[in-house]
Structure formats: C-alpha cells, structure tokens
T-cell receptor, first 114, second 113 residues
Framework: AQSVTQPDIHITVSEGASLELRCNYS??????LFWYVQSPGQGLQLLLKYFSGDTLVQGIKGFEAEFKRSQSSFNLRKPSVHWSDAAEYFCAVGPTGGGNKLTFGTGTQLKVEL | DADVTQTPRNRITKTGKRIMLECSQTKGHDRMYWYRQDPGLGLRLIYY???????NKGEISDGYSVSRQAQAKFSLSLESAIPNQTALYFCATSDPRSNQPQHFGDGTRLSIL
C-alpha cells in the first residue's frame, strides 16, 4: 500500500530565510508525487507535481521540489520565504498510469516570523 | 466563479440528523472525490467516482453514502450524523487522463453537536 510521511508537524522560519519541507513516500512502483498548499479557509492548491523526467521540478510561487528515488523523498524547497507563505503544506502520492487515487501526508504547518 | 463549488460552506447540526453536502464542478471532469480532513491526520478518502455509473468506497466510507447525480454533481450524505464526523470535508475532481492532478473545492466545515 502506498503511504506518505511528513515528519515535521510544525515549522517556523523567519521571513527571507530558506525553507525545506520533508516528504517521504512508500510506493511499489514509480510514483506520481504532488505538493499542495492550503491557506486558512481555502481548499488545496497544487504547487507542483512530478511523474517523470527531470527530478528537480519547479512550481508556482517560487517553490521547487526534488525527487530522490534512492531516498524515497520528495522534499519541497523555497530559497526565500515570504510572510504570505504561511499555510499548511501537504505531500501526496498517486499511481502513474491512471487511477488518480491519492494518498496524502498528515501535513506540515508553516509559520513565518516577521 | 469557482471551478469546484461546495455547499454549504459551514454547517452546524445535531447528532442523529441526516446531512447532505453537495459538490458541483464546471471543469468537465469525469472523476470526483470526497475527502475529510482532521487535524494531524491529513486528508482521507471517503468515496470516489470515475463516472456517473461508477461509485467506489475509499478508506473511511463507514457512516457515509454518496450519489453521483450527473457528471458535474457528486453529493455526500451522512445518514445519521455523530460527533466524530465533525471535520472539514473536501470535494475534488480530476481529468481521467493519466497523471492529472486533483482540483479541490474550498471545503465544508461540518460540526455535529
């Protein structure tokens, strides 16, 4: 069965500092990986996705993520955090080749200090 | 207008009541999903539908039922609500082509007293 682990429940960073949110997955084949962001009172917005090709993927709002098969990881990064990035972030894994059923991690709540 | 619309956005009700949450979409997607979100647990899949005649249970379907009235509409019902069904509920849609992401509504916050 597929699973996703986000080991950090809460992270606090200062505005302008770099950010890395960790995501580890378990999946028996080549996974299809996502990062979503949820702002208060909002639904989930897709930040980026990976299913093949270049292991470093660029997303919206200046975010990027790197797929590392050997480590079963798909960590999200941003070089310089803005106060508006404060939100909850979810990593998700799904099967390639269709189906679209996703398994979500438990989320990481990001707080940005001014 | 939002692509995925959930109604109501907030609902407070009492134990034992029947509740229906509605989801409609203008994206033209065949696939629709219902999730619940609880603090510290992330999103868990309740039911999903790959077309109008297809309904499938997710990982936590007990106590819930769904109806796919049309390609654009997918409703979630709680036949007899209980307090531990208090949660934030999300509807999502996706294109059936491979590797397409899911698109989410803004959620329904449901409180059962």
């Amino acid at each position: 069965a597929q699973s996703v682990t986000q080991p950090d429940i809460h992270i606090t960073v200062s505005e302008g500092a770099s950010l890395e949110l960790r995501c580890n997955y378990s999946y028996g084949a080549t996974p299809y990986l996502f990062w979503y962001v949820q702002s208060p009172g909002q639904g989930l917005q897709l930040l980026l996705k990976y299913f093949s090709g270049d292991t470093l993927v660029q997303g919206i709002k200046g975010f990027e993520a790197e797929f590392k098969r050997s480590q079963s990881s798909f960590n999200l990064r941003k070089p310089s955090v803005h106060w508006s990035d404060a939100a909850e972030y979810f990593c998700a894994v799904g099967p390639t080749g269709g189906g679209n059923k996703l398994t979500f991690g438990t989320g990481t709540q990001l707080k940005v200090e001014l | 207008d939002a692509d995925v619309t959930q109604t109501p956005r907030n609902r407070i009700t009492k134990t034992g009541k029947r509740i229906m949450l509605e989801c409609s979409q203008t994206k033209g997607h065949d696939r629709m999903y219902w999730y619940r979100q609880d603090p510290g647990l992330g999103l868990r899949l309740i039911y999903y539908s790959f077309d109008v005649k297809d309904i499938n249970k997710g990982e936590i379907s007990d106590g819930y039922s769904v109806s796919r009235q049309a390609q654009a509409k997918f409703s979630l019902s709680l036949e007899s609500a209980i307090p531990n069904q208090t949660a934030l509920y999300f509807c999502a849609t996706s294109d059936p082509r491979s590797n397409q992401p899911q698109h989410f509504g803004d959620g329904t916050r449901l409180s059962i007293l």
